[in-house]
């Protein structure tokens, strides 16, 4: 790996995106200090006018998707699918990526179809969700946002508003379904509508400013009417809904029942307070790459949590809800140009408690994904590279002198498993990842195994240190030159034999 701080690599980019603005007066700048122009180097070319171009769009958008709308490092990771409705209680990994025990859902009483006709955030970098739903005579409009005033505590937020299309006004009777498999509990207070699940005494799951009947129960799921009203054009009829996620008490919440308004506004300042970059660095590119950028770091901030005194950078809010080794490498290196680096460090940190006592690093991705513990030594160089401070490396090296005896040990123990990857020198069968399930014969564990050692023997290198490997330095220096020829040598030899005398 050739060394790249965080600073060469926005240099580089700021100088293409430069001569790209020609085209679309693409600007990048650093507020960390003023860069000279530089020629490209050897090997790696000034990115291409042409790819900063591209499109971007929403051409290959899924069929179905979902939205975060909670705040950075919110451990409520509150959500809002394509229709508008709210998805509550993903536990995790381990269940499908549908599968969430509550689902609030909005609608109009009718036998006509709901048919969503836009959906949209105020701002890329403005989680408030505006979502629109067509009924032939009149509009659903759906505001959903997250509050966190002092007092008050985590709530999420809906304003429902309907609107009459054809006729100047119309009567109309909204109509909240929930669907789930425990007991709802309706309750009334002081104009207040109040419901709990499983236990009249239970923690509040919805407020509401009108009154609810029930108008269907089903198995899974019960359908309540909200109070006609008349809904004119330039007047739309309004309901105001809150969702607690901290167990509050009604005491708490209804004062800013009474005020949709100024929580909404809340809201809306608190995103636009909040900046997408930390520290010294920022980024300005034109139109939607722009906004795609700060879409992307807000993401980022959204699935973060914070366990163990620690930031996690996250996949996501609901099946990748955890750390994944191989997935953290590209967020934190993006964390890096984003300026976040007291919590990519965090992060790093994160990483490497996932060691176990053989030295083996395991997280998301399983026991059998061998390549977790290359990954994480990969993600310590490149982590150092960036930031130019290579203290934490120094620090690590105990840590990684047991890494590279585990692997070791997993190497000699493939070549006496009588398995194909062991006869050719390879790792164990393990998860390979990336769509193949389940434990085989494969090649990109001992693949990203190599990169790991590769990068950390060139930096102890760089840095003096002793080798890695002990007396025997013959896995890390080995790594060194199989890493560029190994797969094609893997492809040319006859099966049985060793693809590298000394790995």
Known sequence: MSESSRRKFLRNI???LGTAGMAGRASFLSKAQSLAPIEPEAGNPLPDIESLSAVVDFRYSPLSWQTAYCFPDD???????????LR?????QGAGGKYFPEIVEFSLLGMEANEVSAQRLEAPGLPIIRTRIDRPEATLELTTFATQRAGEGRVDNVILEVEPRTLHALHAVPVMVLSTKREAKLQESAGITLLRLDDEAAAPFLLADVPLSLNEDGVFYRSYLLRAGIAAEGRPSRFFFRFPQEGQEIDRLKEGLATPERLLAEARQYWQNWKPFEGKVSWQLPGRHG???????????QAREEKGGRITFQVGPTV?????????????EAARYLGYDKEAQQGLEATWKHQEADGGVFAGGGREHWKDTGIAMFTLVRQAELSQDWSYFREMQPSVARAVKFLVSLRDKARSDGSINGRYGLLAPGFGDGGLGGIRSEFTNTLWVLAGLKAVSEATDRLGLPDLGGPDNSITSCARHSLPRLAKRCAAIPRGSITCPCW
């Open 14 to 16: 700021s100088l293409g």
């Open 320 to 332: 990748y809800r955890g750390l994944w080794v191989v997935d953290g490498n590209f967020i934190l």
């Open 88 to 92: 509550y209680g993903h536990p995790g």
């Open 75 to 85: 451990h409520y990771k509150s959500l809002v699918g394509e229709h508008g409705d």
């Open 291 to 301: 906004e795609f950028l700060v879409a992307c770091a807000r993401n980022l901030q």
